[in-house]
């Protein structure tokens, strides 16, 4: 699911069979959707792990759209008397390959439970209204706040390490269920009015350069600047060869120590 960048941006349980009836074009998409249900990735597996998560489109309150990804458009809204981020995909964008990302992203991330991972709290699951709800962060994206919100000079070194820390948390959670993010970023850790750091795969952002940081530390083993001190040699650490890194364990117990001394 894709999340606003900016909280300012633009102003047995199973999953139904639907049967297909109205228009062609929605027939289409239905027969389309009862394929990618009963391919091997999703067969004889709950797509949501309770019924209830199944959430009838009508009970959405749509707001001001917040964002657009690769193929659906980010809204706030509210749902139950509660502010919610909702992604609706967009019928033109309702492929197999994109139904079956949706599917995959809605599995995994009703199954995750954590502080600092984004709560899921439910899905549309019958088409052409394909779309997923989330806890609302107020703040935005880490990107967000760092760059783009004047609010830099708020980041005092005790709340980034703060920060650092909530996303190892996140990512800790994220191993324990033999989860890969792959894609982990500043616009892919959202922030909510308490400052805590909650992480998810924001995808939004199109911007594509040349030779990207993360391009050039993998494959060129180009490496930033890097201030000396506890939290330098631990950066240093962690651009290590994989089987020298530590671990996200002992991460966070450094950047405790970081925190403490502080104190």
């Not at 027939?27 to 309770?50: A, C």
């Not at 458009?73 to 033109?92: C, H, P, Q, S, Y």
């Not at 309702?94 to 439970?113: G, K, P, Q, V, Y």
Request: proline share 5%; net charge neutral; charged share 25%.
């Amino acid at each position: 699911m894709s999340l606003p960048s900016s909280p300012h941006g633009y102003s047995s349980q199973t999953v139904e069979r639907v049967k297909p009836s109205g228009y062609s074009a929605k027939d289409e998409l239905v027969t389309t959707w009862n394929k990618v249900l009963e391919s091997p990735m999703f067969q004889n597996k709950p797509l949501l792990p309770y019924d209830e998560w199944n959430i009838d489109f009508s009970e959405i309150t749509v707001g001001t759209r917040v964002g657009i990804g690769f193929f659906g458009e980010v809204f706030r809204g509210v749902w139950n008397g509660t502010d919610v981020a909702i992604k609706v995909f967009l019928e033109k964008d309702l492929t197999a390959e994109n139904m079956e990302d949706f599917c995959n992203e809605i599995s995994i991330l009703s199954r995750l439970r954590h502080p600092n991972v984004i709560l899921f709290l439910g899905a549309c699951t019958k088409p052409p209204r394909l779309s997923m709800l989330t806890e609302y962060m107020e703040m935005g994206s880490l990107y967000y706040l760092i760059h783009l919100s004047g609010q830099k000079k708020k980041l005092s070194w005790r709340r980034r390490l703060k920060m650092m820390c909530d996303i190892c948390r996140g990512l800790m959670c994220i191993h324990r269920m033999k989860i890969v993010h792959r894609d982990l970023k500043s616009t892919n850790c959202l922030v909510n009015k308490h400052w805590t750091v909650k992480i998810y795969d924001f995808g939004l952002s199109r911007i594509m350069v040349t030779k990207p940081v993360v391009y050039a530390v993998a494959n060129e083993g180009s490496r930033l600047e890097i201030s000396e001190g506890p939290l330098g040699r631990l950066i240093s650490d962690c651009w290590a060869e994989a089987h020298e890194r530590p671990s996200c364990e002992e991460i966070l117990s450094r950047l405790l120590d970081c925190e403490y001394s502080l104190c």
